[in-house]
Structures are given as structure tokens and as C-alpha cells.
């Protein structure tokens, strides 16, 4: 946790909307030290809870900063404040969905007191909207709190981007508004945030005129604090500031751009994304230069901390939580599972929505599913079929004709969703197998890497159907997964071989057939796979052994990618140290600390293999070159999203 | 004919015995003759060969009688030098189609599949019989996609398309022959290998054009199919060369492009021909010259072999000319497959592609 934010552990009070001037609103005073802020506030914050139930307007205010606020949806109440003894009924809220999530799996590893405390906060948070009544659409749905919440979580966010800001400025402009911890109106406010951007982006034009190391050293320190950084990545920093007078001016430049996806060396978005983030991620220790862009790895001991959370995230479905969980800790692993689990998460969540009054079904269930992805990208970054499959769903809800009644379309939603996964995942692999069979010759020796869950579908299916080969499994660290797959091939009856990736150009000799799997294909033919199918389809191609790539027709991408590391995923990196069962084999414990910070440690999940290693690629459209996948893409990618 | 009662059993490829024949023996002269000798055998041969055979071989089953006269039918459009496989096999499930008792699309579906599969398996081996089969057969179910009133005049319109498509037939070669008259270039040497009648129009349009250019044929064992393409060259005047096959690497500075026409090309690009055509294009990629493809559309099929064993074994016996002792195996292959990174590119009646395009154009066909 964030020590220092934590010492200003008193929540501020936003108070949004018709709030009535009179109520504790009052001038903070001018000083502007970190804690300042919060101290002055308590007061209000105190009296809120108790006023709550009488203002009618009153919307609780966030939970303070050092929670981590996940994004606009997860605005969420002072818990237990004022709700103490309020649980009687419910209100609209539909009483049975409220049990459902106090049965849903994270509800077993919380104690009892956490779960009373978050189930009242929650009841109590929609008896308490529900009784207010206010005209300015106050939900009486399931899912709809998010929208009340959003503005005013908005604002919250936005009004908290500020603070650090603020103080960094406060060293380089003294008359900053203090005036920002005024109870002033939404407008008032947004203007002064706008004129503070404006100050904080001439400031830093001005630091980098003059002298850009030392402006963007004192800058980047004072951002910092708010955010826990250990010492290497302040060393980091200081070497960033080295470079620092391109950084600010691409810092600028990034700003002006729509990023098409997270940088992780941008230090500004780094910190606004901890701040909304989930998931308490401790800035990882060493990590190497080269690959600073790509998303930290999310360690699965956040698990508990993100199940604790869970009654915070009100407007998150419990299936969601759980595939999120599952992502979290490996559990769903491999393209096809991750992407039916999270349809099938999908489904149940649109057969419990239900659309807030004044909202059209397309609007609000699309920024819902919006709300649900980013909660499962904090959790694992998303693979390529999953966007599909997102992408698929989102086109499938904006073309619901607006004539359809809620159920209908739900209905027609969930058909559609159930359609996608049989088609183009379940019946697809059929095909594939029927196609791929044909390749496969008795007496062949056929080797494949990792685990995927196709291929291991074509060596038993040519099993059953009596041809006789064997098979040579490569396996890699840090996952293993090769050990999975063997155990399931060897259970069945096949004759299996076993080893290492680094004896791969001593087996190939002996190999007739490689059948790989793949995460995606991209449109020049890159196929994107686990780290290590680069290695084994060049290897393979040295020794004119033919490769095939099994992959279904919904995972291709348009994008193109000529190496595996502008776009990739970021492992445990110490995973790469540790050697399960071996404790003996850890040779990074008896480095000093001054000898680790020398040493940066990489773990890469996927990686692109070049077209010309392959020599066709098994689809449920056949069996293509991989000059085709841009036909496919051209063809069918319009089929589908146009049914 | 007997030797469709036992086709199915042997290994021996009935194509590529027929190639054989037609190669050793047949001049234009004679050409003329067997196709007038054939068309008065077609106009009886109907009607022969579903009484007669039928009550011949008899124990083949009930719906045999009418696969029969499809073997039949297609074997006699076969014996016509000038035919493409897959354009006789065309005419022969027209001719299915004219005799068939079907009175819904669906049903003359059913038959025209029973009737190609049956095709099919009499020769596995010929790459673009089983493409014709399968183009036809994709023509017609996207046609009966369509709302016709009257089941005849739908019917009409498919025999119609098939007499057609031999015409089709010899209109690709010529615009195969025009596309390529920009490659051929004054005083360049082209080296050919097998016997394609495309490549022989493609010559004989750019000999027609005056263009100045000298051909390299290789001797084309065991067919001989060199001996008399340079047969054919020699009566246009175009300066013809026989080499022995061993040769090829030899003579290969000299030569400015390859030509070769195919069997079959295949999904990844690649192609079917002669046995041999691997081994010049091989030679021809590592010294830099280009491999020029000449092949109708009609050819292009959706396999996909992965090495030279992937297809399907077609063997035609080879004539020494002395005895071989028993002990001593002989590879009897007739054909090879060259991958498409040794092939530079296809003259075909869609135009001038290079051999990813193939793909494409399959998927746009068939899917």
C-alpha cells in the first residue's frame, strides 16, 4: 500500500451535484501539504454520512484515493458508514441477485465481518438511492448504480488527477488555485482543471527550456511519492531524466496522439492508470529497457487482495469476477478456453441485466461489456481471440434492431453468443481435425511444442481412427505446459517422446511432421504463439520438415507485426529464477542488492514466428498458405459481424 | 472396355497411360481423323453404353448403371487428343444430367455428386479431373441457388454451360497464349519440358507474331514427350533443340526462362506435372532464371501436399528397352510436385499471378 497516501487516510468528500451550499462546504486552508487536504475535509466527511439520510440529493462519496479507484465504474461507498443497522429491504433492487452474490466463490475466503460490513454497504447503498427517489434518474436496477456513479466519479477521478499535479506545480507555480478544495460547482471545477492543465503543460514547456534533467527530475520525484515506487525504478527514473529532454517533448507529442494501447514507459500514464487500477501492483523491480512499453505482470498473490475488492466492484457480475480470477492466477489458460470462459461470463451477465430506466439497451449494455473487459484486461491483458470475440459482441449489440423488447434481445444476445462459440470455436475444431488428419501418414514421427489444445484434439482423433505414429513433445520453462499435454497423450495410448527445447536440432532429424498451435495469425503471415514456436518452426525448416499451424479462422487479426516485441506479455519474471522443486537452484539469493540491480530478469509469453517457416496452416476453411490469412480476414471477417 | 472394370484396382494411372499414348503416336493428321471417328461414336454411345454395359458387367449394382455410362461417356470424350481431362469430364456429367430422370435440383445434385465420385475414384490420380469434377459440381449448386419456375429450363441452362466449357476450354489457352507474348521477348531460348498443349499455343502464337526465339526441349523420358513437341516446333520454323534430361543443369546459362505447363495446381501455389519438373525448376532457381507456369483456371485444385510422397502414387510402367532383373525396383512415378517459391509465376485465362494468388482465387471459388 501507499504509505503516504495512506497517512492522509481520511477520505475527501466530493460532493456532487445539487448540493446545497450550506452544508460543510468551507475554504480549506491554503496550505498545501498532502495531508493538508484530507485533514481539512474530515469534518464534512464526518457530518456526510449523518446528512446523508437526510439530503435527498446526497451521493456518497468515493472511497478515498489509495483505493484505487478501477476506472469510472468502481466509484464506491464509505463502507459502513451510516449503513449500520440500515438493511431492511431492499428496495427494486431484485432481492434473489443480491443473494446470488453473497454465494458467489470469493464469498468463502472473506470473513464474515467483511462480508456483513460489504453486504449492508451494498444493500444499504441501493435501499439508501432507492428511497432517495431523486428525479435526476436514480437507478432501480441491478447494474444501472454505475451510471449514477459515473459523473460524479468523473469528477472524482478527474478532480484527483489534479493532486499530484497540483503538488508537483506547487513547486514551480506558487499560485496555484488552492481554491480546487472549494466545494465549487461541477463547472466551476472543470474550469479550473482546464486552466491547471494548461499551467501544468506551460510549466513543463518551461522546464524543459530551461535545463530539462533537473525540471523533469524534480517532476517525476514529486509524482512518485503519491505512488509506491521502489528504488531501482526511481534509479529508472533518474536515468529516464538523463534522457529527459526528449521525454517530456514525446510525453507532449503522446498526449496530443489517441494512444492505440497502453505504453507502460510513459511515466504520466503509468501513474493515471495505478491510480484507477484494480489491482495493488507493486512497481516490479528490474525491468528491462527494451520491453518497458508492455503492461507489468499481474502475480497471482494479488488474488486475495482482488477477492477482497470484490464487494467493492458493484457493478462488476460475479461470473466476470470469477473468469478475472481465473485469468488472474493461470487457471484459464490458452486462447480457445479464455475466450469461451469469458463469453460464457458474458452471457450470464446479459441474462441478469436489465436496462436502467432512461438508457437504450445497445448504450448502456455496450459500455457495460466495456466496464467488464477492462476489469478482465487488469487482471491478464486480453488475448487476440478474446477481442475478436469482444469485438464480435459489440458489433452483434449495436445491430439489435431497437423494435426488440429487453427479453427478446437479451435473448437474441445469448443465441448469439452461444452461435459464436459453436461455430467458430467448437465446430471449427471439427473441421480441423478432419483436415489435419489427412496429413498425418503411419509411421510418421510427429513433434509439437508447448500445449495446445488443438493439436492434442488431431493426435488423438488420428489415434482413434488407427493411424500408427508417435510424437515428440517439446516443452519449455518457465511454464511446463508440455508436461500437461503429455500426461493426457500418454493416458490415451500414444507413444509419446519427451524433452527440452534446447534439444530441439537433436531431435528434429528423426521428425516428419510439426504440428504447432497458435494465439493469432496476423495478416502478413506472422503466426503469434507461445515463446519458443519461432525457435522449433526455424529449426524445422533448417531440416525441411514441414510445419503446420492449427488455428481457427476467428482468432486471425489484421494488424501486422514484424517482430515479437513491440506487442507481447510480460511474465513473472521470477519465475525465470525460481526452479520449482529445487530450492537448492536459486543462485539470485546470494546477490547483493547493488549485484541485482544490475541484473534484469525477462519473461516473455508470445512470440511471432515468420511466414516463411510455415507451410500451411490448418483453418476451418481449409487448408491455406499463409499468404491467405489477409482473404480470409478480407472475406470473413465482414460475414460475421454482418449477421 | 475392361480395363474400367479393373481401373479402380490397379496402381497403373490411367491419365498418364493415355498421355503416353497420345504423345507416342498421334500427329495432327490423325488428329482430325479420331475426332471425327469419335464424334460419330458419341452420337450412338449413349445409348450402347447404358444397355450394354449395364447387362455386361451387371453385378455392379443398381446405381451403377448410371455411374457406368459417366465412365463410359467420359472415357470416349477422353480418347480426343485435343481434350483437356477435365473438360471431357465435364461433358460427361452434362451428359448425366441430359439422360437424368431427376425432377428437383436437389435430386440431379444428388446424382451429378454420385456420378463425379464415381469419376473420381476410377482415376485417383488426375489432379484436374477431380478440379473439373468439383468446379462443375460448385457451378451447379451455386446456380440452383437461384429461383428458376421450371426445373427443365434450369436443367437446360446447366447442359448448356457444360457444352460451353470446352469452348471455354480452348479460349483460355489463347488468352493464356496473348498474356504471355509480353515475356517472350526477340532472340531470347526457352526451355520446355513435357508435352502442354497451352505451351505449344503459347509458341505458336508468338511464332505466328514473328517474334525470333529458339526452344530447348529435354528429351522427356520414358513419354518422349520432347521428340515430338520438337515434332510440332519444327513445322512451325522455330529453332528446336533436344537435350537429354540429365542436360538441364548444362545447358541452363543459356537459357533466358522455363516453360512448363501443369496437371494441377495446387492451393499453396505449387504445381503437379511431368516427373522432372521439380528438378529443372530447382535448377532453374538456383541460377536465377525464371519458371513460367502456362494453366487454365480449370486446373486449379484444393490440395495441399506438404512433400513430394503427400499425393496420391501415380505409376505408369517404364520400357527400358532392355530386361531388368527382378531383384531391381524401378520408381515408376509419372509426376512431382514443385513448391511455389521455385515457380515465378502462372499464365493463366484469370491473368498473370504469382502463386499466392491461387489460394485467393480458390477460396473466392469454392468457400
Known sequence: ?643 | MADSALNPTSNVSAYYQTRSSQHAVVTSDWLAQAQAAVSRHTDDGDLLGSDGRAAAIGGRGEGSGKAFSVIDEFNSWRKQPDLAEAVAAIRALAAVIRTSEATTMMELEIELKKASDSLKSWDATSISLTAGCDLFLRYVTRTSALEYEDFNSAKSRLIERAEKFGEISCKARRIIAMLSQDFIFDGCTILVHGFSRVVLEVLKTAAENKKLFRVLCTEGRPDRTGLRFSNELAKLDVPVKLLIDSAVAYTMDEVDMVFVGADGVVESGGIINMMGTFQIALVAHSMNKPVYVAAESYKFARHYPLDQKDMAPALRSIDFGVPIPSKVEVETSARDYTPPQYLSLLFTDLGVLTPSVISDELIQLYL
Open chain 1, 1 to 643: 500500500m501507499d504509505t503516504r497516501r495512506v497517512s492522509s487516510a481520511v477520505p475527501r468528500v466530493r460532493q456532487v451535484g445539487f448540493f446545497t451550499p450550506n452544508t460543510p462546504a468551507h475554504q480549506p486552508a491554503p496550505t498545501r501539504s498532502q495531508s493538508g487536504p484530507p485533514t481539512s475535509d474530515s469534518p464534512p466527511l464526518s457530518d456526510s454520512p449523518a446528512s446523508n439520510s437526510l439530503s435527498p440529493v446526497m451521493i456518497p462519496p468515493p472511497r478515498h484515493l489509495s483505493d484505487n479507484l478501477g476506472g469510472r465504474a468502481y466509484a464506491l461507498p464509505v463502507p459502513g458508514r451510516g449503513n449500520a443497522g440500515e438493511h431492511a429491504t431492499v428496495g427494486s433492487y431484485n432481492p434473489s441477485e443480491s443473494v446470488l452474490w453473497l454465494e458467489s466463490p470469493p464469498r468463502s475466503r472473506i470473513g464474515d465481518e467483511e462480508l456483513s460490513e460489504g453486504t449492508e454497504s451494498s444493500l444499504g447503498w441501493y435501499r439508501r438511492s432507492n428511497s432517495a427517489k431523486v428525479a435526476s434518474s436514480l437507478p432501480s436496477g441491478g447494474f444501472d448504480l454505475s451510471q449514477v456513479k459515473q459523473p460524479e466519479s468523473v469528477a472524482a477521478v478527474e478532480a484527483k488527477n489534479p493532486l499530484p499535479e497540483k503538488s508537483e506545480a506547487q513547486k514551480e507555480q506558487a499560485s496555484n488555485p488552492k481554491s480546487l478544495k472549494a466545494k465549487t460547482t461541477k463547472a466551476e471545477r472543470r474550469a479550473l482543471q482546464e486552466s491547471q492543465r494548461a499551467a501544468k503543460a506551460a510549466s513543463k514547456a518551461e522546464a524543459n527550456k530551461s535545463n530539462a534533467p533537473g525540471g523533469a527530475a524534480s517532476s517525476k520525484p514529486v509524482k512518485q511519492p503519491p505512488q509506491k515506487k521502489d528504488g531501482p525504478p526511481v534509479a529508472s527514473s533518474v536515468a529516464a531524466s538523463e534522457r529527459g529532454v526528449d521525454r517530456p517533448v514525446e510525453k507532449e507529442r503522446k498526449k496530443d496522439l489517441p494512444p492505440p494501447r497502453m505504453q507502460f514507459d510513459d511515466e504520466s500514464r503509468v501513474g493515471k492508470a495505478k491510480r484507477r487500477s484494480l489491482l495493488n501492483q507493486p512497481e516490479a523491480r528490474n525491468r528491462v529497457e527494451l520491453f518497458r512499453h508492455l503492461p507489468p505482470h499481474k502475480n497471482a498473490s494479488q488474488l486475495p487482495y482482488l477477492e477482497s475488492k470484490f464487494f467493492e466492484l458493484h457493478e462488476m457480475h460475479p461470473s466476470v469476477y470469477k473468469v478475472g480470477l481465473q485469468y488472474l492466477t493461470g487457471d484459464t489458460s490458452g486462447g480457445n478456453a479464455r475466450c469461451i470462459a469469458m463469453l460464457q461470463a458474458f452471457q450470464e451477465a446479459i441474462r441478469d441485466y436489465s436496462t436502467p430506466p432512461e438508457k437504450t439497451l445497445n448504450r448502456d449494455l455496450t459500455s457495460k461489456i466495456g466496464g467488464f473487459v477492462s476489469f478482465l484486461i487488469e487482471c491478464r491483458p486480453l488475448s487476440m481471440s478474446m477481442g475478436n470475440a469482444i469485438r464480435f459482441l459489440k458489433s452483434r449489440i449495436a445491430r439489435l434492431p431497437l423494435t426488440l423488447s429487453e427479453s427478446e434481445a437479451k435473448a437474441a444476445l445469448c443465441s448469439d453468443i452461444d452461435r459464436f462459440i459453436n461455430e467458430k470455436i467448437v465446430l471449427a475444431d471439427k473441421v480441423i481435425l478432419r483436415h489435419a488428419a489427412t496429413k498425418i501418414r503411419d509411421g510418421d514421427v510427429l513433434l509439437t511444442y508447448g500445449s495446445s489444445c488443438v493439436v492434442e484434439m488431431i493426435l488423438l482423433y488420428a489415434h482413434e481412427i488407427g493411424k500408427q505414429f508417435r510424437v515428440v513433445v517439446v516443452d519449455s520453462r518457465p511454464m511446463l505446459e508440455g508436461q500437461k499435454l503429455l500426461r493426457r497423450l500418454v493416458a490415451k495410448g500414444l507413444s509419446c517422446t519427451y524433452t527440452q527445447l534446447n534439444a530441439i536440432s537433436y531431435v528434429m532429424h528423426e521428425v516428419t511432421r510439426v504440428f504447432l498451435g497458435a494465439s493469432s495469425i496476423f495478416s502478413n503471415g506472422t503466426v503469434y504463439s507461445r515463446v519458443g514456436t519461432a525457435s522449433v518452426a526455424m529449426v524445422a525448416h533448417a531440416f525441411h520438415v514441414p510445419v503446420l499451424v492449427c488455428c481457427e479462422a476467428y482468432k486471425f487479426h489484421e494488424r501486422v507485426q514484424l517482430d515479437s516485441i513491440c506487442f507481447n506479455e510480460l511474465g513473472d519474471p521470477d519465475a525465470v529464477s525460481n526452479v520449482p522443486g529445487r530450492e537448492d537452484v536459486n543462485y539470485l539469493d546470494n546477490l547483493t542488492d547493488k549485484q541485482k540491480e544490475n541484473l534484469q530478469l525477462l519473461n516473455l509469453k508470445y512470440d511471432a514466428t515468420p511466414s516463411d517457416y510455415i507451410s500451411v496452416i490448418v483453418t476451418d476453411y481449409g487448408m491455406i498458405p499463409p499468404t491467405s490469412v489477409p482473404v480470409i480476414v478480407r472475406e470473413y471477417r465482414k460475414e460475421y459481424l454482418l449477421i
